[in-house]
């Protein structure tokens, strides 16, 4: 399974503005942080912004800010939020389904159950876990060595 980079970069601007709370972040920090587009992440921030997970300030001294206690966002919800689809393989749609193999496979069963899985896993964790006191370094620092839509706002907040 693959996620999104829509996906993958909305966790990145949560976690970067998490980590930087007592300041207003700009799209091209943001940008020029991840190397990404600034399109894409004022896409992304506008989209967060409208479900009231940032505050945006336009103008000089404007940018984005987390207006939710990191704790109070759970990963699980975000990935929900962002993915639109978890067809792992084919039968999982039924209306598109072709395999002549779905009347007596049992694959789409360990599927379902692995994805249940993943996700429950992504559920134990809250933003505030992804900056937490005690990491190496600041996520989004430069690093040392280089390797070569959506549900409402309330579905994003932690569960109980």
């Not at 007592?22 to 943001?30: D, G, K």
């Not at 929900?80 to 598109?96: A, G, I, L």
């Not at 876990?129 to 989004?140: F, K, S």
Request: net charge positive; proline share 2%; aromatic share 4%.
């Amino acid at each position: 399974m693959r996620l999104a980079n829509y996906t993958d970069y909305t966790l990145r601007v949560l976690m970067y503005c998490a980590q930087h709370r007592e300041r207003r972040v700009t799209i091209a920090e943001l940008a020029q942080t991840h190397s990404l587009s600034k399109n894409h992440l004022m896409k992304i921030v506008n989209d967060l912004a409208r479900h009231g997970l940032l505050e945006t300030a336009r103008g000089r001294g404007g940018g984005v800010r987390l207006l939710l206690e990191p704790a109070a966002i759970g990963i699980g919800a975000v990935v929900r939020w962002c993915e639109s689809d978890f067809r792992m393989v084919e039968c999982f749609d039924e209306n598109s389904n072709t395999c002549r193999l779905t009347a007596a496979c049992r694959l789409k069963n360990l599927f379902q159950r692995a994805l249940a899985s993943w996700l429950r896993e992504l559920d134990t964790a809250t933003l505030a876990d992804l900056v937490g006191e005690g990491a190496a370094e600041p996520l989004g620092a430069p690093a040392i060595i280089s390797l070569s839509r959506r549900p409402a706002a309330t579905a994003v907040l932690a569960h109980g």
